[in-house]
């Protein structure tokens, strides 16, 4: 970071209580961040996984409500003080065909993309502007670019937050501030996991590696982006395994 200061930099990881946000967390305080564990329900995995980590604090906010997201912005400020790196991994998602999801279930999933920009536009006016620095990564995903049958709003979302990406970037030239994305294929994680063997076979035909990804390899392309690539600004990288170049 540009900003000549000792203190130790703080990064929030949203939904960092499990998947490929903990691995995000952990990559991050690897790299000697202080990182705030963020989650919505998942109370007992987030403070677990701050047990683990130096100097580490879990952050409850529901980022589909505005009003706690502001809250989660106060707390922030009394807790860490800064933030030099937001990690946007939160997401939600519904799993049904077109013609039979329900509005009240594409809001839902669609929430995602409202709260990403509020929390970041939030982060960007309290924390980042003022310091002088700043690295914002969102989890976006291969399905964003593919699409994917039954998760028409979930690809909506995703393929969105890319855009964002290479807006942000734009509006926040000359200012320090990187905004990158990291588009995951499918990664072996608690959601992949109950997927029916059928389907997860199917899935790895359209893998040229032959296997899953793993949450650390996303992570550690988040962390990479958060500490090392300067010159790295509104790009997407795939990380997939070879089933999707981009």
């Known amino acids: 970071m540009s900003e000549a200061n000792e203190a130790t930099p703080v990064a929030l990881v949203t939904g960092g ?12 305080a690897a790299d000697g961040f202080r990182v705030g564990v ?12 701050t047990a683990e980590l130096p100097d580490a604090f879990a952050i409850q906010a529901d980022l589909a409500d505005s009003d706690a997201v502001d809250g989660l912005i106060k707390e922030l400020k009394g807790t860490a003080g800064r933030v030099d790196v937001l990690v946007n991994n939160a997401g939600f998602n519904v799993n049904a065909p077109m013609l039979s999801m329900k509005l009240d279930d594409y809001d839902r999933v669609a929430a995602m993309a409202r709260a ?4 970041t536009k939030l982060v960007l006016r309290r924390f980042m502007l003022r310091q002088g620095a ?19 709003p979930y690809t909506m979302v995703k ?14 030239a000359g200012r320090e501030i990187l905004v990158n994305a990291v588009a995951p294929g499918f990664i072996d994680t608690d959601m992949t996991q109950e997927l029916p063997e059928e389907i ?19 992570a ?18 795939h990380v997939n395994g070879g089933m999707y170049g981009g």
């Open 116 to 119: 990403t920009w509020y929390l």
């Open 200 to 218: 997860r076979q199917e899935i790895l035909t359209k893998v040229p590696q032959g296997r899953m990804g793993r949450a650390d390899e996303i």
């Open 220 to 237: 550690d392309v988040v962390a990479f982006l958060a500490t090392r690539g300067s010159y790295v600004n509104g790009t997407v990288i």
């Open 17 to 28: 209580g499990t998947g490929i946000g903990a691995a995000c967390c952990r990559a991050l």
């Open 38 to 49: 963020h989650y919505r329900s998942s109370e007992k995995t987030a403070r677990a996984l």
């Open 159 to 172: 393929a969105g937050l890319d855009a964002f990406v290479k807006s942000l970037a734009q509006e926040l």
């Open 134 to 152: 700043g690295r914002i990564v969102n989890i976006s995903s291969v399905v964003g670019h593919t699409g994917n049958a039954g998760q028409i």
